[in-house]
């Protein structure tokens, strides 16, 4: 499966913005997805994960309470809604996908990545 992101555009401080992971070629049932992200000279790091088989979720501390992940089973998709977005957010997000029940926080634990999309939050 080939996930595939959208949604990021630059935005000013305290907006909100909704990013969509699709899975291209393939379905995220049984998987576990996460977005993760890569702001400029840092090292990529876990956001939020979601088991797709009973929608648990997990979140990393600095977006607990501001970021929700979810999924549309119709479209086999998976969302990340981000409020109150400050500049420390901007980064290039990337959902990956892992085969597992098991939510995790590292890279490299999961199998399939996604290009990435941009999002630039202004002060």
């Known amino acids: 499966v080939q996930p595939v992101e959208s949604g990021g555009e630059l935005v000013q401080a305290g907006d909100s913005l909704r990013l969509s992971c699709t899975a291209s070629?393939?379905?995220?049932?049984?998987?576990?997805v996460g977005w993760f992200r890569q702001a400029p000279g840092k090292e990529r790091e876990f956001v939020a994960g979601?088991?797709?088989?009973?929608?648990?979720?997990y979140y990393a501390d600095s977006v607990k309470g501001r970021f929700t992940i979810s999924r549309d089973n119709a479209d086999n998709t998976v969302y990340l809604q981000m409020n109150s977005l400050k500049p420390e957010d901007t980064a290039v997000y990337y959902c990956?996908?892992?085969?597992?029940?098991?939510?995790?926080?590292?890279?490299?634990?999961?199998?399939?990545w996604g290009q990435g999309t941009q999002v630039t939050v202004s002060s």
């Open positions: 990956a996908a892992r085969v597992g029940n098991l939510i995790r926080i590292e890279i490299a634990d999961y199998d399939y």
């Open positions: 070629g393939g379905t995220f049932r049984g998987a576990v």
């Open positions: 979601l088991r797709w088989s009973t929608g648990s979720t």
